[in-house]
């Protein structure tokens, strides 16, 4: 299936499943932060997931590239984003699988249901409101910056989605860990994983991936670093893996 690409769009081949993705570059295209989450994830084949902020359905398609998760609502509040993510889940075949709903986050347990789902996915905004500077592109500002929604906003409502027993899986900025950690206890949140991310081996975390889980967790396990680049230019074997679905070529000689 060829589907009709509209100004700016493109097609990208994802490495898993054949599956591939409409992005456009005037919008928004994902990133790394996206995969390195989905391969955090622990999601049974049966399990029903939410991802918050969905953007182009990149997290939903990734998860279940990996047989993650069997039932998926993906929310976003941005219409054109909404329908390209609707676009992406028919050019997969996966729109049964993947329904795609249009609304905003601080509302998702109202539009989405409260405590009815296994997990809760979300790459939020990293960028305090106030802080930085916009980017031009309004879809692109509203996916870096809490224009449309707090890191508070995305821990209640996605402790409100959840199931007893479930878990929340984020991605987010080093420097926002400890806000992050210390807002869990109030919407009934406990970390049970936390794994840094750094670009080079030597050099300081940038990013943490965390699950925290709804109710009772038996303790925080802190995950050995991942590293996204093994010398310049040069993605790490776990990342060009995560990244292709494939060794690379040059660890296989």
Not at 125 to 142: T, V
Request: proline share 4%; aromatic share 6%.
């Amino acid at each position: 299936m060829t589907p009709d690409l509209r100004e700016h769009e493109r097609i990208d081949e994802l490495g898993r499943k054949g599956f591939r993705i409409i992005q456009n570059a005037k919008t928004f295209c994902f990133g790394i932060d996206a995969v390195l989450l989905a391969e955090f994830v622990k999601a049974g084949p049966r399990d029903k997931v939410a991802d918050l902020g969905s953007g182009n359905g990149i997290l939903p398609l990734l998860l279940i590239g990996r047989d993650k998760g069997g039932a998926f609502a993906a929310l976003e509040i941005q219409r054109e984003m909404a329908d390209l993510a609707r676009r992406n889940m028919a050019l997969n075949g996966l729109q049964d699988m993947v329904e795609v709903i249009e609304g905003d986050l601080k509302e998702a347990s109202r539009l989405l249901g409260k405590n009815c789902f296994d997990q809760v996915v979300v790459n939020p905004p990293y960028i305090k409101s106030g802080s930085g500077l916009l980017n031009p592109g309004e879809a692109k500002a509203i996916a870096r910056h809490e224009i449309l929604c707090r890191l508070e906003d995305v821990l209640r409502e996605g402790a409100a989605l959840l199931k007893e027993g479930g878990s929340l899986f984020m991605v987010h900025r080093c420097w926002r860990m400890g806000e992050a950690l210390a807002a869990l206890e109030s919407y009934g949140l406990k970390a049970r994983r936390i794994r840094l991310v750094h670009s080079h081996g030597d050099g300081p975390g940038e990013l943490f991936l965390l699950e925290a889980k709804k109710g009772k967790a038996e303790g925080c396990q802190v995950e050995p670093p991942c590293v996204i680049f093994e010398a310049p230019g040069l993605l790490s074997p776990e990342l060009y893996k995560a990244c292709h679905g494939r060794e690379r070529e040059d660890l296989l000689t």
